[in-house]
């Protein structure tokens, strides 16, 4: 016994309480956790079980117990015994089997994905519509400039690439060069003689009336509204790029805003030491480990401040798609990959905490062993 104690005292003069010992005294009669020493199962510290070979007094541990020692001593004995050496075993539930397949945490990803276009994707509309009547309400050529637009340039580049998908699936909902149409609408509309043009005589404020004043729908040789607009499917699919186009562009806005406080973060620092100091995200690796911020696809949201007038004075005249409409829908492709990728990452996290959670449900083999035992009963019978 004398060796063990000296393995006890070694054990916690490394900051470990008590140690499983390898004693082979005889079979304890009542169970008793090799750790805290306490019988049985436990409320709190769970199942008293035998997860290894170890026999005798440190045969026996509970569940909680096992795994603040196994946490808490060198990374080796996280998933085996340090004194009998035998792995321990996990339990495998359907739950733990899944979360372990290598693309668990994709499709958790595309998943979490999807929830977001879906939501992002009602949001879409209404932002369009704002950034529309600004283009309205100011003619294409004589833009403001506001100090704050960040919102409006997302926006664009969200009406762009909706304009280009929704072309693509011949949906004219947001079609490029609507504006001059229905510029043209209410200047008309506002002069009191009688129009020769019946599509002209159309009402301005029916929304379904304008959809079907753009060169999509004329490509496209639409010539009711219904028409233009998809139905089913293609919607959905709409719906949900649109959507996360927003989400990815939203959070590119939002990494341009902190790349922007990071650096005054940083001339703050320079300037006053004691203040700029006590600002979150201060240094370049508080930085990087925000970057679910969205600070990896601010880039992308310089660029679609840089085209985005461009963008709008060639989308006003009598064209169906622009070149500056290329980089914005560009943009919003890119914004859209760093925000699946920031994610994925979150995801990967999720599973391997969800595992960790699953992994410390370890195999009682006393169970097992008994079982083995009953088996071979009925066998010699
Ligand atoms: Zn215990
Ligand atoms: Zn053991």
Redesign the pocket.
Known sequence: MASDDVGAAVLHDRGVTTSPTSSNASVASTRT?R??L?EGDDEV?GRLIAPCRCTGTSRY??DG?LLSWRTSVKAESFYACPQCGARYRFRTTPVSSLLGRTYSANALAILISLCLAIFFGFLTDPLLRLTEREMLSFGSEQLPHHWFDEHLAAGDAVRETASFTGFLFRDCTWSSARESYWEQETTISEDPTPLPNPVINMNIQDVEVRRNLTNCGRFWGKRSDDETQVQGVGKAVLHVVRGFALFSLARAFVGRLVRQYFLLAITLRMVFPSLGCKLPYNSFADLISASWLGIDASFFADVVKMVRRRAKVARSQDEIASWWQFPLVMCTFFTAFFAFRSILSFSQGIVKAALARVESLVVDLSEEDDAVEREQVQYTR
């Open positions: 956790c750790i805290c306490d510290l541990v509970h117990c």
